[in-house]
Structure formats: structure tokens, C-alpha cells
């Protein structure tokens, strides 16, 4: 999945969330999202994260290989523990949220994520989209749609827009 899908969907994921829980839809929540949606694809050089990783992202492909220990839910635990142990903040919220969704999404790829690694290195999927496909295309727009649908019902632009004239 390319990048503008992974923060389109992550971000309607977490605006659902948003409305069935507690936690607010504020500026520092929904940009905790998004980062979080991006940072499992450290591990591929030619990702919208990896260009931008001045080199780490071809040493974590050396290493582990593109959708490896990024993309499992163990290494995805241990962070939310940590992160949580440590922060309490949307901020922090939202980024665990953002990257389990990340996985979640690669889930329905062709290519699939390796959920348990490092105990099996074996790759689940619900085969739906291939990277930048017509699905793909579809699925973005689906989500961007259903985002701004969330979005007004559940008036979470309103609370982001306040959240954010807070800092005035
Ligand atoms: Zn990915």
C-alpha cells in the first residue's frame, strides 16, 4: 500500500475509534496516526519513511528484509508497552494505534505481513489489493470518503479544529 493510502485509512480507522471511545480526535492524536502509519515501512528504501531515513531504512532491510519484523504484531506489542509505560498523551495514543493499523492494512495485500515473527516467519494474509492497484485506488477513496462521513457525524473536525485553537 502506498503511503497517502496507509495515512487516508489509518486515519478513518482512528477517527472510528475515535467516536467509540474516550479518546479525543485532536491535532496531536490524529498526527500520532499518521506518523505511526508510516513508520512500519522504515524497512523498505524506497518508501515514503525509507527515502527519508537518511540510510537506516536499507540497514533495517539488510537486515530483516521489507514487511519483516517492522510488520509483527510482537514487535508492535513490545512498542505499545513501552510507549504506554512512558506516555499517556494522544500523541502516544494515536501512534500505537496508527502502526497496528499499518499492519492491519498490508494484512489485505497480496503480499501479506509476518503477524508472529520472530516465532514463525511465515506471512498471513486476506489477499484483497496488490500495491497501487485498481483496489487500492478504490480502497483509498473508500476511506477518504468514510473518514469525511465519520468525520461530520461524530463532529471530530470540530473537535480537531478546537484542539488545535487551543495552542493559540
Ligand atoms: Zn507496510
Known amino acids: ?47 515514503y519513511v525509507g527515502r527519508r531515513s537518511m540510510g537506516m531504512s536499507n540497514k533495517v532491510k539488510e537486515a530483516f528484509g521489507h514487511r519483516g519484523m517492522t510488520h509483527s504484531l510482537v514487535v508492535w506489542g513490545i512498542i505499545a508497552l513501552v510507549i504506554s509505560w512512558e506516555s499517556s498523551s494522544l500523541f502516544a495514543s494515536g501512534f500505537v494505534l496508527g502502526y497496528l493499523f499499518h499492519i492491519l492494512e498490508d494484512f489485505f495485500s497480496v503480499q501479506g505481513v ?46 480537531w479544529w478546537r484542539s488545535l485553537a487551543l495552542f493559540r
Open 1 to 47: 500500500m502506498r503511503y497517502h493510502s496507509h495515512i487516508v485509512t489509518s486515519l478513518c480507522l482512528g477517527a472510528a475509534a475515535a467516536a467509540h471511545t474516550s479518546l479525543s480526535f485532536t491535532a496531536s492524536y490524529t498526527a500520532g496516526v499518521v506518523i505511526g502509519s508510516l513508520l512500519p515501512d522504515i524497512d523498505e528504501p524506497k518508501s
Open 114 to 159: 509476518p503477524l508472529f515473527w520472530p516465532f514463525t516467519a511465515k506471512r498471513f494474509k486476506i489477499p484483497i489489493y496488490r500495491t497501487g492497484n485498481l483496489v487500492e485506488k478504490s480502497l483509498f477513496y473508500a476511506a477518504f470518503a468514510l473518514l469525511v462521513y465519520i468525520g461530520a457525524k461524530e463532529q471530530l473536525f470540530f473537535e
